[in-house]
């Protein structure tokens, strides 16, 4: 995961609708003082890193918080509101790794079969047979970005995920599938492809039928970035896109076009849509419970130790107290985060449109604070 003081309109909301079953707990499960403590570090940070524009929410058990900081577009002053859609670049993980979990407890994808089964397209390799299981558990070996990602790669558009996968399929595997854990967002994209064949419809539209449609998530969807998108944000950053040098004044980020990264990164949402998703995942309803189990569980390495990603979760937060998921994003211009605590039934989400003066680094201090803040 990669990551001029404006004016700050704090709007805290109540929303009550949601199409998720109630949980087990319907009563508020933070303080006061708890909600305004995660919050507060929103602003905090919005102000120190000299962001552009921001949006929060926090589910607490039973209302949802949420506040929207700065501008969608600082030059035409658009303020954020809470239709204002934001790219949230790798969260998508977490949406394709629901997507491949409810495929096979359909019946319609086999987690354990070599995904040459599905994507024939994508070659054997001399390292060893990979199967979706390993891809969701960041296991499969597969690489993640090197040095390729320039102003043709950020310009190129791909109509299919199956013709994305010419930007790694060819190349050697960097362990034996199984045997290590290794982040990777090109692996959610094969992911991708296999989730299309299994399902026999276009990746997006499956994602969009299984989960966005039924969980209600109506400001959540794929980017494309040939056609306007209402309420879309712009982007912005003080570090520089290429050499990741700080920069004296803040840019204009240009329109990167993330169609490569269809299931590891293209998506846009409002932090309200993403805790409403997030909800789904702290007790059965839409879903069943062998899956939230499923997402929860780590995934094993053929050496007995565990991956540090779970079906695009981040794991390390289920060893604290309280335990925790994380699903994070970060490229330049885009910072999000979404934290679910199941044991307490909270869940919180940010999204902003700017890499402030520290960049992605800053999202460090924010896992922490957030990770500590309902345990205080």
Request: contains cysteine.
């Amino acid at each position: 995961m990669e990551l001029k003081h404006l004016p700050v309109t704090l709007a805290t909301a109540l929303i009550l609708c949601f199409s998720v079953q109630p949980s087990a707990l319907a009563q508020p499960v933070l303080s006061q003082p708890q909600v305004t403590q995660m919050l507060s570090v929103l602003e905090s940070i919005f102000t120190e890193q000299e962001m552009v524009g921001m949006q929060g929410a926090i589910y607490d058990g039973e209302q949802v918080h949420t506040l929207n900081l700065g501008y969608a577009d600082i030059e035409h002053q658009v303020p954020v509101s809470a239709e204002t859609r934001f790219e949230i670049a790798s969260i998508t993980k977490a949406f394709t790794g629901l997507g491949q979990l409810l495929l096979a407890e359909s019946g319609e994808l086999d987690l354990d079969k070599p995904v040459q089964e599905y994507v024939p397209e994508f070659p054997e390799k001399p390292e060893g047979v990979i199967t979706t299981r390993q891809l969701a558990g960041s296991t499969a070996g597969i690489r993640h970005y090197q040095s390729e990602r320039d102003a043709v790669f950020y310009a190129t558009h791909y109509d299919s995920v199956i013709d994305a996968l010419g930007l790694f399929k060819d190349d050697s595997l960097v362990a034996e599938p199984g045997t290590a854990s290794h982040y990777s967002s090109y692996g959610f994209n094969l992911m991708a492809a296999v989730i299309e064949r299994a399902s026999g419809i276009p990746f997006t539209e499956t994602i969009t039928d299984m989960l966005l449609t039924p969980m209600g998530l109506e400001n959540t969807g794929f980017t494309d970035v040939r056609i306007p998108l209402p309420h879309r944000s712009r982007h912005y950053t003080f570090i520089d896109l290429y050499s990741r040098e700080v920069l004296p004044t803040l840019h204009v980020m240009p329109t990167l076009d993330h169609s490569y990264n269809m299931g590891g990164g293209n998506m846009y949402s409002t932090a309200s849509d993403l805790v409403s998703f997030g909800r789904h995942l702290l007790a059965p309803g839409m879903l069943s419970e062998e899956v939230i189990a499923q997402v929860k569980a780590p995934h094993p390495t053929s050496g007995g130790e565990y991956s540090e990603f779970s079906d695009g979760w981040v794991m390390f937060g289920m060893q604290g107290e309280p335990q925790f998921l994380m699903a994070g994003g970060s490229y330049p211009g885009t910072l999000s985060l979404l934290l679910i605590y199941p044991e307490i039934n909270v869940v919180a989400a940010m999204i902003s449109n700017t890499w402030g003066k520290d960049g992605p680094d800053v999202m460090d201090r924010l896992i922490m604070e957030w990770a500590s803040a309902p345990a205080q």
